[in-house]
């Protein structure tokens, strides 16, 4: 089995990130990802399942091999905003983050004051960073080690 690189996890969270789903070949180092079912939900079932055939094909020949990762779910993403709630060092953001937290439409609340703010790169690598984590635990879960 092979150990996914730095470059591998960075792929899969960038992915995770934009709303698809991944899985990784631990005997061949390739990686397959498609868009979430909210794709084939607006693009209709056929058409997604032709659009990507071939994958699909390759996930059910090579099934054995694979870890699957899928986009995170609501309570992760949310997680990660509150941690980096948490770490913001101005104490006037961090209010205004736990205000827009607590608020109706949360994520985005808070994606409105991070793309206003001088804190928007800070965000995107926290949140990379945040994402490259839950990646890496879910190949330790699948006995790969990394």
Do not use: H
């Amino acid at each position: 089995m092979i150990k996914p690189g730095l470059n591998i996890i960075k792929e899969i969270a960038q992915e995770l990130d934009c709303g698809n789903e991944c899985y990784f070949n631990q005997k061949t180092n390739e990686l397959i990802c498609l868009p979430n079912a909210d794709l084939m939900a607006t693009a209709g079932e056929d058409y997604y399942k032709e659009m990507f055939r071939e994958d699909f094909k390759k996930i059910e020949s090579q099934k054995k091999d694979l870890i699957k990762f899928e986009v995170l779910e609501s309570f992760e993403s949310f997680k990660i905003m509150e941690d980096f709630k948490n770490q913001v060092e101005d104490d006037k953001f961090e209010r205004d983050l736990e205000r827009a937290l607590n608020r109706r439409k949360p994520f985005q609340n808070f994606k409105n004051l991070i793309d206003n703010s001088d804190y928007r790169e800070k965000w995107f690598q926290f949140k990379q960073k945040e994402i490259e984590k839950i990646v890496i635990k879910n190949i330790e879960r699948n006995n790969t080690g990394i």
